[in-house]
């Protein structure tokens, strides 16, 4: 395998950029339903040398929607003040993504005086198309969801992975019905032994694939259906003819270890400050 070229800070901000975008992308159309019940609101600041963007909800339970993307460079006073009142005039806990751009000790004194702390870490992994991606094993197939009733299988089986309760009236699966006609996003089903397993979304913009979250039942785990979806999602990436594909999962989790053995490598760590 060829090595992989060092990251650059410009990459870094790309790859910042494209997370901030994915996640708004699938908020908005949620947010548009029935009154924005989910509390979506969005930040969006351009500085002399870089966007800052930012973006929340109110329900407790979504904090993987929360964040603010593109400060670590952009962090005079009055910017970062901007983006805390952002967050706290909706009544949500500031979370800001510090990455490797030009972050001083200053930096975090600064970030410090508003009441924030380093709490942890998210793992960007990259590598570049076309990759040698392994094949799915026999008794694992992986379906590109497009059907109506089979896109309900795909949410219910996404929650499971997540451990929330089976609702066949569950008012998530209903919001996030739109996600299914997004042009820029795929919706994947796994089976393993023809049982529904495991869940994954593909983000595609431009020349870049962005490997979304991904669940898998619990008792599917440790089988192989994570890593199977990781190869799918990659190879539709190269057979749409995108020549970067970007990763994200906390750090020494699985899903970063299967997406690291799938091929891609660590690009750098974002700091999580809340």
Known sequence: MAAIPPITREQVREFEMLQSRCVESLMRPVGAIEGNEQGYAYFEKQCANSLVRAALSTNPYARH????????????????????????EHGVAPRIRIVPDGFTPEKATLLASHGLRHFGFHTVMWSPLPMVVEPLPANIRVQHVTDPAEFDVAMDVSLAGWRVPYNPDSPIKKLRRCWRTLPQHRTYLAYLDEKPAGHAMLYLEGKTAYIESASVIPEFRARGVHTALIRRRINDAIADGCDTVVGGADFESQSRTNQMRAGLQIAYLAALWE
């Open 65 to 88: 929607f929360c964040g603010a993307f593109g400060l670590t460079r952009e962090m005079d006073p009055a910017t970062l003040a901007e983006v805390i009142a952002f967050f706290r």
